[in-house]
Nanobody, 123 residues
Framework: QVQLVESGGGLVQAGGSLRLSCAAS????????MGWFRQAPGKEREFVAA?????WYADSVKGRFTISRDNAKNTVYLQMNSLKPEDTAVYRC???????????????????WGQGTQVTVSS
């Protein structure tokens, strides 16, 4: 069982930056692919970024967001720069195993989810 707790969300002006953190319980953190997803009001949950054998990004955030992880601290981060109002959403981290380039964008492939943290970008 893995428990995930996100932090770092908040209100920021367009063009600003935020860094989200996701702390995980358990001793096998390094074996998991860690993903970030987001869901805006009235929209479906969408993939943002993932870190496993490699890193992957949604096209909408590529060049602006950076995912990283510290396995010694059981924590994954999402550095978000040049934020836009359309980045406003609840951001959730997730953990899954045996994910590949073909599957890491699929939310149903992830076994554990955090509760989420709100990110609001004002124009």
């Amino acid at each position: 069982q893995v428990q995930l707790v996100e932090s770092g969300g908040g209100l920021v002006q367009a063009g600003g930056s935020l860094r989200l953190s996701c702390a995980a319980s358990g001793r096998t953190f390094s074996t998991y692919t860690m993903g970030w997803f987001r869901q805006a009001p009235g929209k479906e949950r969408e993939f943002v970024a993932a870190s496993g054998s490699s890193t992957w990004y949604a096209d909408s955030v590529k060049g602006r967001f950076t995912i990283s992880r510290d396995n010694a601290k059981n924590t994954v981060y999402l550095q978000m720069n040049s934020l836009k109002p359309e980045d406003t959403a609840v951001y959730r981290c997730a953990a899954g195993r045996a994910l590949t380039t073909l599957t890491m964008k699929s939310l149903e492939r992830y076994d554990y989810w955090g509760q989420g943290t709100q990110v609001t970008v004002s124009s």
